[in-house]
């Protein structure tokens, strides 16, 4: 059986050298963050989908800006990838985003194993596991100097 491709958008929030992220944790694989974001509704842009799943799993209002990364996910069984059905792939899109308002409200969708959101300090980047790890350098880079040379393809990871 052959899965559709699961279109991903998520929205890299950066305050001074932190970068907000969702932390999650599952029984079998424990802690690990990711950026907020989500599935690609049909009829849904990637900047609208961006948006509310932003929204959705933090409470914060974003306005999106540039493409920063597009990643793919091909679930391998094992890690935290185990977490997908086989055959899973996943083809994820990283917008740097920024706040649209100052207020926080409460995250109303947040996902399965979702349990808080948290402004993480680039030092602490490479002690967390950060999903997808190919992440972790692009986003270090990025919260040093906020600089982007385009959108980059960070291959399967």
Same mark, same amino acid.
């Given at each position: 059986m052959?899965?559709?491709? &699961?279109?991903?958008a =998520? ?5 001074? #050298? &932190?970068?907000?992220?969702n932390?999650? &944790?599952?029984e079998r694989?424990?802690?690990?963050? =990711?950026v907020?974001?989500?599935g690609?509704r049909?009829? /849904?842009?990637?900047h ?7 929204? $959705? ?6 306005t ?5 990364? +597009? =990643?793919?996910?091909?679930?391998a ?12 792939h996943?083809? #994820?899109?990283?917008? &740097? ?6 207020a ?6 947040a996902?399965e194993?979702?349990?808080?959101? $948290? ?8 002690? +967390? ?8 350098p692009?986003? /270090? ?9 385009g959108?980059?393809y960070?291959?399967?990871?």
């Amino acid at each position: 059986m052959t899965l559709p491709v &699961r279109f991903s958008a =998520n929205g890299v929030l950066v305050d001074e #050298n &932190r970068v907000l992220l969702n932390h999650l &944790r599952h029984e079998r694989t424990g802690d690990f963050y =990711n950026v907020p974001g989500g599935g690609v509704r049909l009829g /849904e842009s990637l900047h609208e989908a961006t948006v509310r799943e932003v929204s $959705e799993e933090t409470g914060y209002a974003v306005t999106v800006d540039e493409l920063l990364w +597009i =990643n793919e996910d091909v679930a391998a069984g094992e890690g935290v990838g185990s977490l997908f059905p086989p055959g899973f792939h996943g083809l #994820n899109f990283f917008f &740097r985003c920024s706040l649209a308002g100052p207020a926080l409200a409460q995250a109303h969708e947040a996902d399965e194993f979702q349990i808080g959101v $948290e402004w993480v300090d680039a030092r602490s980047l490479s002690t +967390i596991q950060l999903l997808p790890p190919v992440l972790v350098p692009y986003l /270090e880079a990025f919260l040093a100097d906020r600089t982007v040379l385009g959108p980059t393809y960070l291959g399967v990871g």
